[in-house]
T-cell receptor
Framework: GAVVSQHPSRVICKSGTSVKIECRSLDFQATTMFWYRQFPKQSLMLMATSNEGSKATYEQGVEKDKFLINHASLTLSTLTVTSAHPEDSSFYICSARGALDSPLHFGNGTRLTVT | DAKTTQPNSMESNEEEPVHLPCNHS???????IHWYRQLPSQGPEYVIHGLTSNVNNRMASLAIAEDRKSSTLILHRATLRDAAVYYC????????????FGKGTLLTVNP
């Protein structure tokens, strides 16, 4: 079945540094990818929609200058958390779809801890 | 977006069937009913989806009420690996596939 690979699975960084998370669709071309964030014991919150070759669309309340999204190819989207702070510590999950009405496939998430 | 309502938690015994309910009384005619599940510390996993007719796949069955205001995800024989949070989500057909997750149902499977 379709696989979405997310890397790294865990990252610890110091406050003020930037962290890049990669999301790859391994066996299909993903015209659209989504980035979610999940805090402990809470549901997934959509951060942004990433379309290949165009600017990402951010959900209300998500700072686009802090969470930089790049979707340069049909198989790769990256999320960069810039100037990370402890409150950015969370579980970040990407997802991707291939054909228009095919299911959404999710990566296994990245646990970010900012110290 | 039309909302869904699910019980916060449910419990089942191993090898018994599980019926997970979902209410979506404000569903529109073009809304697909999707089910995803999330195991601890993992990303969500697609389970099944349907529009009007009941659906079966290797993971589960989806029973959709005739008026489409509710649906039930059926796991025919629960295993310990089915313990997860199950999300019932509506997605408008033809849209960009943005999924809005609710709180879901935490399914506990007892050995």
């Amino acid at each position: 079945g379709a696989v979405v690979s997310q890397h790294p699975s865990r990252v610890i960084c110091k406050s003020g540094t930037s962290v890049k998370i990669e999301c790859r669709s391994l066996d299909f071309q993903a015209t659209t990818m989504f980035w979610y964030r999940q805090f402990p014991k809470q549901s997934l919150m959509l951060m942004a929609t990433s379309n290949e070759g165009s600017k990402a669309t951010y959900e209300q309340g998500v700072e686009k200058d802090k969470f930089l999204i790049n979707h340069a190819s049909l198989t790769l989207s990256t999320l960069t958390v810039t100037s990370a702070h402890p409150e950015d510590s969370s579980f970040y999950i990407c997802s991707a779809r291939g054909a228009l009405d095919s299911p959404l496939h999710f990566g296994n998430g990245t646990r970010l801890t900012v110290t | 977006d039309a909302k869904t309502t699910q019980p916060n938690s449910m419990e089942s015994n191993e090898e018994e069937p599980v019926h997970l309910p979902c209410n979506h009384s404000t569903i529109s005619g073009t809304d697909y009913i999707h089910w995803y599940r999330q195991l601890p510390s993992q990303g969500p996993e697609y389970v099944i989806h349907g529009l009007t007719s009941n659906v079966n796949n290797r993971m589960a069955s989806l029973a959709i009420a005739e008026d489409r205001k509710s649906s039930t995800l059926i796991l025919h024989r629960a295993t310990l690996r089915d313990a997860a949070v199950y999300y019932c989500i509506l997605r408008r057909g033809g849209s960009n596939y943005k999924l809005t997750f609710g709180k879901g149902t935490l399914l506990t499977v007892n050995p």
